[in-house]
């Protein structure tokens, strides 16, 4: 590996991609690297779940209109990397009417599109919906297939001068002078960069590239567990109308059905336990609201860990920790060339990627605009073209391994 870049991007999650993609559109040099293959860590281990903001309207209403904004915005540039499936809120007997009235006043106040289904309607909708559903209403809600997602901003950021390196772990991160002055790759580079620029897109790790460069984050990471089931037919995603709690989401993934999912603090976003409880609660909780899937065969099951930001850290389960995201600068800790962007959620990974953009470029004295909102990925409506480009950054991840290896295989 030769040359140093302008920007060194760590962490080729859906974030650190967009982050690529959108600087090297800009004219930046850019290198995008991962210790493992792309995707590998938080993105491509989600239920895969392309929110409307239908789930934060209530308690988030900004945090709501940037996901229906992005919402609209992949379904116009991401083409086979998102899946338009709609969406169910649905409210069983023994919840709460005036929660359901609250979430579907505050959808409409946000701007997000609605439609009131009585409990009959909904399973007209749905076959082998629960006949415990008293009612639902509709939300634009999709799927994210996001080994196809990052794969795509990887080739893009690559078409527009960019680097991405797989299987290259940051050993080590040298300061001098109140900057980033080496950046030590080990794996198939093991080579020293020296960037002008170091942007650390490395979600739930983001502590540790912090440290290694003496400066703090403060991460709050909860894992929560995801199990693909054989189903097909479903449509719609499914939403419980309820407070968020274990086992309140149904994603539909082409002959599978993803369930999910638990949160529980951890302290090592690598090292952390797998309870057959987060399976069991989340199977019997999905399975109130769609019965057959309890006894429908399992294909696999995985944990993900979510990159929240809390440095003042809140609530026991952390489920009350903001899903917004946050761009740091650490120039007030001596450190003046580095941002670290962190929380948010795969939805808007895009308007993550353009604020980071926008800090750098500031930093960097670099005058242009972004342009990945209206730029369409690579392959948008080629899925074989896509599948392709998963393979070459490291293969498809777990939440979409059905679907993309499927394809490959084809």
Known sequence: MSGDPTVLVIGGGATGAGVARDLALRGVDVTLVDRGGLGSGTSGRSHGLLHSGARYAEADAPGAEECLRENRTLREIAGACVRETGGLFVRLSGDDPDYFEEKIDACEE????????????????????????????????????????????????????????????????????GAVSGVRLGGDVDATLEPDHVVNATGAWADRIAEMAGVEVGMAPSRGVMISV???????????????????????????????????????????????????????????????????????????????????EAGSDRRGISRGFSVIDHADEGVANLHTVVGGKL??????????????????????????????????????????LVARYGGANPTDAGVVDAAADD
């Open 230 to 312: 054989e189903y097909d037919g479903l449509d719609p995603v499914l939403n419980r109308c309820r407070d968020p709690d274990d086992g309140d989401i149904v994603v539909p993934h082409e002959g599978e059905a993803v369930l999910g999912t638990t949160s529980v603090p951890v302290d090592d976003p690598d090292e952390y336990e797998r309870a057959d409880w987060e399976v069991e609660r989340s199977v019997e909780e999905c399975a109130a609201m769609l019965p057959a899937v309890a006894d429908a065969p399992t294909v696999r099951t995985w944990w993900g860990v979510r990159p929240l930001y809390a440095p003042d």
């Open 347 to 388: 939805t808007t990974y895009r308007e993550m990627a353009e604020a980071t953009s926008d800090l750098v470029c500031e930093r960097l004295g670099v005058d242009a605009d972004c342009e990945t909102a209206t730029e369409r990925l690579p392959g948008a409506d080629d899925p074989d073209r896509l599948d392709d």
């Open 110 to 177: 946000v701007g997000i599109e609605t439609e009131r289904l009585d409990g009959d309607a909904a399973r007209a909708v749905v076959p082998g919906l629960s006949e415990d559903v008293a009612e639902a209403f509709r939300v634009p809600d999709g799927v994210i297939y996001p080994s196809r997602l990052v794969a795509a901003n990887a080739a893009d950021a690559e078409r527009h001068g960019a680097a991405v390196r797989i299987d290259a772990p940051v050993e080590a991160i040298e300061t001098d002078d």
